[in-house]
């Protein structure tokens, strides 16, 4: 490259740079920025005062959040003076009521027990909440509160009980361990041979249960297997079965009832019989003697 060409380009390079030094636009975002770093600046004294204001890096970002920080601040400022000022005017225009000169006058002509009873209803009307001092109202109110009462105790009432138990309980518990605890106590000298003695049965026990399981599996498996298969009619059939069973029996029962008086011997039984129907005729006997004197009267 020629020296000519080189001296053109740094004319160039002179050129772009005293346009970019003295350019209008540059020069306005310089003067901007410099306002909002004086803005922050400010800001930031006022704040750390009169402590020195902390070192940062002072970049675009940090500019950009720390003017909308700044910014917010002040609004906030701003809105907070406003509502004091808003506040201040409405306590300087305020102007307490004059109490009216009719209560007054009740007030002066009231006994002190009748002076005491209206201070207790209104009390008792702003705690139930009767703010126009109804009497209806506020013996509704009263009862209604008497009743939550009332539903409060009684469910309260089992939690009470539960409660105590397990206090007992756990005063029982302690008692019980201070006593173990206790220097007093004795462990049983015969403490092993249970131990070993419990643990058998445990193990025999475990194995009966077992046993047991498996039986009452294969009883189920079998039911299963063969389950009994009945209709109606069946059933019906099978009713009618006992129900004749059951006349017959009755029948048999009127039979032997007559016997059941007979000794259990065979022979002894037949003299009781003989004895019987010779009972028998006597009477017949007898009867035909009646019959025969009746005839004759």
Known sequence: MDPSSKSGLHMVDDDWASSAVFSPSLARQQQHRAKEWSFVDQWLLQKYHPRPIPPFERN??????????????EAADEDRALRLE???????????????????????????????????????????GVDTGSIPQAREALLYLTKEECEVEQ??????????????????????LHKYQSEEYEIPKDLPAKLAEWTRTIKILQQKSAEYKDRATSLQNAYRRNQPKYTIESLVELEN???????????????????????????????????????????????????????RA
């Open 241 to 295: 079965d006992v129900l004749a069973l059951q006349e017959h029996v009755r029948s048999l029962n009127g039979r032997t009832k007559a016997y059941t008086l007979l000794p259990p011997d065979s022979k002894a039984a037949q003299r009781k019989i003989e004895e019987a129907r010779q009972q028998l005729e006597q009477l017949r006997s007898e009867r035909e003697g009646l019959y025969q004197r009746l005839a």
């Open 60 to 73: 675009a970002d940090t500019l950009r959040v720390l003017t909308a920080l700044a910014s917010a601040n």
């Open 155 to 176: 469910s309260i009432l089992p939690e009470e009980q539960t409660l105590s138990i397990l206090i007992s309980d756990i005063d029982e518990a302690q008692a019980a």
């Open 86 to 128: 808003f506040k201040q005017n409405i306590l300087s225009s305020y102007k307490p009521k004059r109490h009216d000169d009719k209560i007054a006058r009740i007030r002066e002509g009231l006994n002190r027990d009748a002076s005491k009873a209206l201070d207790s209803i209104a009390g008792a009307s702003v705690k139930l």
